[in-house]
Nanobody, 120 residues
Framework: VQLVESGGGLVQPGGSLRLSCTAS????????MGWYRQAPGKQRDLVAQ???????NYADSVKGRFTISRDNAKNTVYLQMNSLKPEDTAVYYC???????????????WGRGTQVTVSS
């Protein structure tokens, strides 16, 4: 199983970016997907999560600015980031709970991360 992120980059404060993450490989069931971020010298924190049914959960710092969504047919999760602030600068990691085969429990997978830099 692989999680591949895309969409990071450099953006000015107040700007927008859209991150994408696609899961590939042997996947029996793709459960909760989410985005985490890690700034230099800090721990990795949850940004947003979305269940298979579409229930969402956001960090307080991004509520009202970020929107998480998913396309189950494409095994893809998105993070629309608006009104970006310098403090949003971090490496953003995709996370997914995946069950590869029906006879084994789900496992937690991570992408390699994509850099988001908010600066003028």
């Amino acid at each position: 199983v692989q999680l591949v992120e895309s969409g990071g980059g450099l953006v000015q404060p107040g700007g927008s970016l859209r991150l994408s993450c696609t899961a590939s490989g042997s996947i029996y069931r793709l459960n909760t997907m989410g985005w985490y971020r890690q700034a230099p010298g800090k721990q990795r924190d949850l940004v947003a999560q979305i269940s298979t049914e579409g229930s969402t959960n956001y960090a307080d710092s991004v509520k009202g600015r970020f929107t998480i969504s998913r396309d189950n047919a494409k095994n893809t999760v998105y993070l629309q980031m608006n009104s970006l602030k310098p403090e949003d600068t971090a490496v953003y990691y995709c996370n997914a709970e995946i069950r590869q085969y029906f006879y084994i429990p789900q496992e937690n997978y991570w992408g390699r991360g994509t850099q988001v830099t908010v600066s003028s």
